[in-house]
């Protein structure tokens, strides 16, 4: 499909009906157009959840243009987290992180497979390290099979130490389908199956600001000399900015946007192989999983992340907190040798609730909640977000009516 265009100061194009550049030209040329004719979806954001919301679009039998803010695809949290598929253990049944989470984990094993991506079904240990936290395993047993999560196994202080040596606690609770995958080449792979569908990413391209129009929703990008051009559907996936695009966008209801709030996680890693074969995790803590143990596929193990309230998106690592680090470590980890941590990078997960309260779930806004025709708005879109990608996608092409 071609799209007739002209200049936005109003000049016509001299050129030729045929000649005059489609939209996927005027994006990847940078030039200054205003569409006279409407394209059909803009996917915002090119991090692993937009390149899964593209693929699925595309491979539906719609023309998709990406419209990624930053110079690569999966610049912030799609490349700065645990690299973990979670099992669907902690999340509120019937929610929708749950269903997402259990569902998205077998499609995104089975794409592994069928893909060839790099990923490892090595399985999580969770651990009560005193007395007063065991109650909190069984609890998490009861959740997780509550989500369909039906392979969780109670083990005793030996049945642990059996499995992983050097791990200190009096129980623990064992989930075999927990993995670990290389999210770089997920993103690699959501990318080709997108473009091998027609779809275009274009790189640089921050959203500027938006209007809902009769036809859809009529977007301003790019740097330098912006475009604008109208697209039937607008499906925003811009991660901890997505609050802030739903609020340009004019015509959005300004009530439907939630709160906007960030958790920043420091990892630290460990020189040389672990002597670990599991992940291993703490009880969870307020706002996040607790400071734990993941290996990557090289068996290197990295700890993380801590919770650090803070007002923007930024990744400076903070050394000071290694004594926390030390100290939450060898509660379930007595060797960890001193020295042995140094820094990693950091992370930062969009949050749609502030310290302190209850952990939301996805929030995925379609015409019958927010109104406005042509939009899907995509919110708090944190753990298990990676493990769920497949699954959010299909979820949103279901509420988009595709």
């Not at 007739?4 to 005027?26: F, K, T």
Request: proline content about 7%.
């Amino acid at each position: 499909m071609r799209f007739s265009a002209q200049r936005m100061d109003g000049q016509a194009g001299r050129e030729q009906n045929d000649q005059r550049p489609s939209l996927r030209e005027a994006i990847t040329g940078r030039r200054v157009l205003s569409m006279t004719e409407l394209a059909d979806v803009a996917v915002i954001g090119a991090g692993v959840v937009g390149l899964g919301v593209a693929r699925a679009l595309a491979r539906a039998g719609r023309e998709v243009f990406v419209l990624e803010s930053e110079r690569f695809a999966g610049f912030h949290s799609s490349s700065r987290n645990s690299e973990v598929i979670h099992a669907g253990i902690y999340y509120p049944p019937g929610s929708l992180k749950a269903r997402l989470c259990v569902e998205g984990k077998l499609a995104l094993y089975r794409y592994c497979a069928e893909q060839g991506i790099a990923h490892a079904r090595i399985g999580k240990l969770i651990v009560a390290t005193a007395e007063e936290e065991v109650p909190a395993l069984g609890r998490l047993k009861a959740n997780a099979e509550a989500n369909g999560v039906t392979d969780l196994v109670l083990l005793s202080q030996a049945e642990v130490r059996e499995l992983e040596p050097e791990v200190s606690c009096v129980r623990g609770l064992l989930s075999p389908s927990t993995g670990i995958i290389d999210s770089h080449g997920l993103m690699a792979a959501l990318r080709r199956d997108a473009e091998a569908a027609g779809a275009q990413i274009a790189v640089a391209t921050p959203v500027i600001s938006g209007r809902v129009c009769p036809e859809g929703v009529e977007l301003l990008a790019g740097v330098g000399e912006p475009f604008a051009a109208r697209f039937r559907l607008v499906v925003n996936c811009a991660g901890p900015w997505a609050q802030e695009v739903a609020r340009r966008i004019d015509g959005v209801p300004p009530a439907s946007v939630p709160p906007q709030h960030f958790a920043k996680g420091h990892y630290f890693l460990m020189a040389g192989r672990a002597p670990f074969r599991h992940l291993v995790y703490p009880v969870p803590v307020p706002g996040g999983l607790g400071t734990h143990l993941t290996l990557d596929l090289a068996g290197r193990a990295r700890f993380g992340p801590d919770v650090q309230w803070t007002d923007r998106v930024e990744y400076s690592f903070d050394e000071s907190r290694a004594p926390a680090f030390y100290q939450a470590i060898r509660r379930y980890y007595p060797g960890l040798p001193d020295g042995a941590l140094a820094p990693g990078f950091t992370g930062v997960r969009a949050k749609i609730a502030p310290a302190g309260a209850p952990a939301p779930d996805f929030q995925i806004q379609g015409p019958a909640d927010h109104g406005v025709p042509g939009l899907v708005n995509l919110y708090g879109i944190e753990s298990p977000g990676l493990t769920s990608v497949l699954a959010v996608a299909e979820h949103v092409r279901r509420v988009a009516g595709c």
